[in-house]
C-alpha cells in the first residue's frame, strides 16, 4: 500500500491499526467473516473504475464488454451454488436486496409478518423506524416462551388472521435451523407471497448444511460477506416469473451502478463456495459452535434454546449477573470481538441488552477446530468471570496475541505478513 502510505498517511495508518486488530485478536462476531485474498484482489481491481448501469449485454454505458463477463461469471455461479431460477447480484447490501423485493412484490401499505427484531428478526423484516416497518403494515411472529424455538403454530395462527401479502422468514440472531418448507406452506395456504433471507446461513445452505429456502420460496436474499466469506454486499434471487420485477426494482428503482469490483468478488466467493473444501468449511463452521456451545453452558452460561444447530450462540449474561454490554466491553479488553444483543423476552434496552452473540464463522476460517475452541472458551470464561479485572484482562490479551499467530488470518497472503 505504498501509494496510499504516500498520499494519506492518516487513513493507510488507520487500515494498518485495523489489519494489526484483525489479525492479534479474536473474531467471533457471527455476521463477520475473513475473505480469500483472491476476493480482497477482485475488490480492490480497476473494475472499480467502470459504470455499468443496466444488465450484461444492456447497459446504458459503453465499455462493459469485460465487466459483463465478471457480472455473468457471478449469475451463473449463485444459479449453480442455490439453484436458483434468477439471480440479480446488483445490490450493494442485505438490506437493499431485502428492500428490492418489497419494491418488486408489494404496493405501500400491504401488509407483511415477519420476524419479531427483539426475538431474532431483522431490522428490515419490519422494525418500526426501518423502511419495512415505515412503509409496510409488520405483523410480528417469534419464539416459543418455553423453547425459544421459532413459533410455527403462532406463524400459522397469524398468517390465517391476517392474510399478509408477503411472509418473511430468516433472522440475525437465532441459532436453530429455520424449517423454510413448514412456513412455505402456510404461505401458499393463505395467499402470501413467501421471503427468505438467509443472510447469516447462505454459506450453510451452499454447504449443505441447512434447509435450502430456494425451491419453497419465491424470494431469497443474503449478503455475500457472514458465512459465505465473500465481499460486503447482497444478492437476491427469485422465482423465473418474479424476474423482470425484482431486476427492475434493483434498477432503475433502488440504484444506479452496480459496484462491478464488489461483483467481481462476489463471482470469485461464489466460485471458491462452489469447490469441495467449502462443505468441510460449513461443517466445521457448526462443530466449533457446537463446542462453543458446549463449553460455555458447561461452565454456568445460559444460552437461548440451551445451544445451537448454526454457527451462531446467543447468551443470557444475566446467568453470570452482568449485562450484555458489560460483557461486550470485558471481552473486547482481552481481545475477543462479540456484539451484545438482546436475548429473546429481553426486558432491557437495544444499547444495554441482556444478552451478547457469538458466531465461529470467522475464526474457522483461520483455522481453528474443536480444541482450540475450547480454549477460546476458557477465555471467555475466565473474563466474564472476572468482567472488571482489567489486570486479568490485559494478561489475557497477550496470551491470545500470542495464540492468534498460529491462525493466519487470510490477508496475510497479501500483506506479506508473517504467521
Not at 438467509?198 to 449478503?223: E, Q, R
Request: proline share 5%; with cysteine; hydrophobic share 40%.
Amino acid at each position: 500500500m505504498d501509494f496510499l502510505k504516500d498520499s494519506d498517511p492518516s487513513v493507510f495508518e488507520a487500515i494498518c491499526l485495523e489489519e494489526e486488530r484483525q489479525r492479534d485478536e479474536l473474531e467471533l462476531i457471527a455476521s463477520e467473516n475473513y475473505t480469500s485474498p483472491a476476493v480482497m484482489e477482485a475488490v480492490g481491481s480497476v473494475l472499480t473504475n467502470k459504470y455499468a448501469e443496466g444488465l450484461p449485454g444492456r447497459r446504458y454505458y459503453g465499455g462493459c464488454t469485460h465487466v459483463d463477463t465478471v457480472e455473468r461469471l457471478a449469475i451463473e455461479r449463485a444459479k449453480q451454488l442455490f439453484g436458483a431460477d434468477h439471480v440479480n447480484v446488483q445490490p450493494h447490501a442485505g438490506a437493499t436486496a431485502n428492500q428490492a423485493v418489497y419494491y418488486a412484490a408489494l404496493e405501500i401499505g400491504d401488509k407483511v409478518l415477519g420476524m419479531d427484531l427483539a426475538q431474532g428478526g431483522h431490522l428490515t423484516h419490519g422494525m418500526k423506524l426501518n423502511f419495512s416497518g415505515r412503509w409496510y403494515p409488520t405483523i410480528s411472529y417469534g419464539l416459543d416462551p418455553k423453547t425459544e424455538r421459532i413459533d410455527y403454530d403462532g406463524i400459522v395462527r397469524l398468517a390465517r388472521e391476517h392474510k399478509p401479502k408477503l411472509i418473511l422468514a430468516g433472522a440475525s440472531a437465532h441459532p436453530r435451523i429455520i424449517d423454510f418448507a413448514r412456513i412455505a406452506e402456510v404461505a401458499r395456504e393463505v395467499g402470501s407471497i413467501f421471503m427468505v433471507d438467509m443472510a447469516h446461513i447462505a454459506g450453510l445452505v451452499a454447504g449443505g448444511h441447512h434447509p435450502n429456502p430456494v425451491p419453497v420460496a419465491d424470494f431469497v436474499t443474503t449478503t455475500t460477506h457472514k458465512t459465505l466469506r465473500g465481499p460486503r454486499g447482497g444478492i437476491a434471487m427469485c422465482r423465473a416469473d418474479w424476474a423482470k420485477k425484482l431486476d427492475s426494482a434493483v434498477f432503475p428503482g433502488l440504484q444506479g451502478g452496480p459496484l462491478m469490483h464488489v461483483i467481481a468478488g462476489k463471482a470469485v466467493c461464489f466460485g471458491e463456495a462452489l469447490r469441495p473444501d467449502f462443505k468441510a468449511y460449513g461443517a466445521q463452521v457448526i462443530a466449533n459452535a457446537k463446542v462453543l456451545a458446549e463449553e460455555l453452558m458447561s461452565a454456568g452460561f445460559r444460552l437461548v434454546s440451551g445451544g445451537t444447530d448454526n454457527h451462531l450462540i446467543l447468551i443470557d449474561m444475566t446467568s453470570k449477573g452482568l449485562t450484555g454490554k458489560i460483557a461486550e466491553v470485558a471481552l473486547g479488553r482481552a481481545g475477543i470481538t462479540v456484539n451484545k444483543n438482546l436475548i429473546p423476552f429481553d426486558t432491557r434496552k437495544p444499547l444495554d441488552p441482556s444478552g451478547i452473540r457469538m458466531g465461529t464463522a470467522a475464526l474457522t476460517t483461520r483455522g481453528l477446530r474443536e480444541d482450540a475452541f475450547k480454549q477460546v472458551a476458557s477465555w471467555i470464561v475466565r473474563i466474564l468471570d472476572a468482567a472488571d479485572d482489567k489486570v486479568l484482562a490485559e494478561r489475557t490479551r497477550l496470551e491470545i496475541v500470542e495464540f492468534a499467530r498460529y491462525y493466519p488470518v487470510p490477508a496475510d497472503a497479501l500483506s506479506g505478513i508473517g504467521s
